[in-house]
């Protein structure tokens, strides 16, 4: 059963919160990517798991808070290995994927040695997009599995 919850905060860009098999979704298109594409694939997932990418820093007498990204999704292959780290948008554009959750993308990219796939889902598939790369990718990559390797969106 889907359970439904409106965000406390009124600039929250995601939407209700969505409640589905024990796990807590920023959004309904998020759950729907779950739902859709990750829960049977046939892999080993982790859902919204946190990732610390650098420690809090001293500077003199301030400090630098430490920055951590947690991705809706993390797919594995049969050895162990990440194969995927999505994380769903509304859009590629900048509503959907502002300077600082790019920021998030390439020091995950930099600390992990795989990027971030950005995903839009849609009615019967999905698109995704490498962030963080310098690689062109003019087109996103449609398709209706996450069995693909990312070097194909290159």
Request: net charge positive.
């Amino acid at each position: 059963m889907i359970r439904r919850k409106q965000s406390p905060t009124a600039l929250n860009k995601r939407g209700t919160k969505v409640y589905l098999d024990g796990f807590t979704f920023d959004s309904q298109k998020e759950a729907d990517f779950y739902e859709r594409f990750i829960k049977s694939c046939g892999y080993d997932y982790d859902v919204h798991p946190r990732y610390h990418l650098t420690d809090l820093t001293s500077i003199g007498p301030v400090k630098v808070p430490s920055i951590s990204y947690t991705p809706d999704f993390v797919v594995y292959d049969e050895a162990g290995r990440i194969k995927h780290v999505y994380d769903v948008k509304n859009s590629f554009g900048v509503y959907g994927i502002d300077g600082s959750v790019k920021l998030r993308f390439k020091l995950f990219a930099l600390h992990e040695g795989v990027p971030v796939e950005a995903v839009v889902v849609r009615k019967h598939d999905f698109k995704a997009k490498l962030q963080g790369t310098t690689k062109s990718q003019k087109e996103p990559l449609v398709t209706h599995s996450v069995d693909y390797e990312w070097t194909e969106l290159i």
